[in-house]
């Protein structure tokens, strides 16, 4: 059976790593020089930061990388026990090899309780002659400021279309996949700037066993509304028409079981998109984010959508007002 692809491409080398070219030979310069700070990598989620960090620990230690690198979730286990057992434990105990340090990677780091932050500024300071850390996190705001100073911190970006078009070609010829180029479009556009949601939803394209995949099998296998049917339905609440636009998007909840915040979501992207006044997109745009937060709070999301699109119908005459004066 194959394997998922996602850990299949997972680059083995910080010159591997996709879309951050700036940060990773900023970190190779690490390994050259066999030393380095604490470190902090925030970014959104898909954009490499356990890769590289994993990919920093091999070309660090090279064989020896399973015995010097410990590896934790911070979501899974956030308290205070985790810092003053697992982590502190591991830090104490001398490394293997010549580097003279050992590496704790913490993904998601953010998740930590501000107790276990605190604690955890404490071990980095005691133990930094043995062991440095890797925070891995997709808000740095959300992490102390005293563990901020501590780490030189480094920012991953969503990758960009081209540099994902480039890597996900690379995975459809190792996989013998046909891949038309607006298929390859979709599969772009569904990831917005994620390589592991890109490789994915790749991944699931291909398991519906059809010879060349193009953008109708990629929208299907991902059970994800194309933009002009999105599209369709705000032309049509814009214009006036509700009980068209109000079909539309019912007719988007059934055939692909779209829940109300994918919808209100990808209303957002395509309202961004539309050629239409600035102060028109601010009215749209407010009253998904009240609809989005509704929905968020318990609400009725098929209530909350036509409530969204009644608003978009008022704007649509407000609009339409305003071109007539």
Not at 156 to 175: A, I, N, T
Not at 278 to 287: F, H, P, R, V
């Amino acid at each position: 059976m194959d394997e998922i692809w996602v850990e299949k491409y997972r680059p083995q080398k910080l010159a591997e790593v996709v879309g951050q070219k700036t940060t990773t030979s900023r970190l190779s310069n690490y390994v050259k020089e066999k030393s380095m700070p604490h470190l902090m990598f925030s970014g959104p989620a898909g954009t490499g930061k356990t890769s590289s960090a994993i990919a920093l620990a091999k070309e660090m230690f090279k064989e020896n990388w399973k015995y010097n690198v410990h590896e934790l979730n911070a979501s899974d286990e956030r308290g205070i026990d985790v810092v003053r057992g697992k982590i502190k434990e591991f830090a104490r105990t001398a490394p293997l090899g010549e580097e003279g340090f050992k590496i704790i990677f913490l993904d998601e780091a953010d998740a930590l309780t501000s107790a276990a932050q605190a604690a955890l500024r404490r071990t980095m300071e005691k133990y930094s002659r043995t062991c440095r850390f890797i925070l891995s996190c997709n808000y740095s705001s959300k992490i102390i400021d005293p563990i901020q100073s501590r780490c030189a911190v480094f920012r991953f970006r969503p990758v960009k279309e081209e540099e994902m078009k480039k890597y996900l070609k690379y995975v459809s010829g190792k996989q013998n996949l046909k891949i038309t180029d607006d298929g390859l479009d979709a599969v772009v556009y569904l990831a917005q700037g994620d390589m592991r949601r890109g490789i994915n939803n790749l991944q699931m394209a291909a398991a519906s066993g059809i010879e060349s995949i193009d953008s109708d099998v990629v929208y299907q296998a991902v059970a994800a509304a194309r933009p002009d049917e999105i599209r369709g339905a705000l032309e049509y609440a814009i214009a006036g028409k509700f009980s068209k636009a109000r079909e539309c998007l019912d007719k988007l909840q059934i055939t692909y079981g779209l829940a109300g915040e994918d919808i209100v979501r990808q209303m957002h992207r395509t309202i961004r998109e539309m050629d239409i006044t600035d102060d028109t997109k601010i009215g749209l745009i407010s009253a998904l984010a009240e609809t989005d937060f509704r929905i968020g709070e318990g609400a009725n999301a098929w209530i909350q959508i036509e409530a969204a699109i009644a608003q978009f119908v008022n704007a649509g005459k407000n609009l339409n007002r305003e071109l007539e004066k």
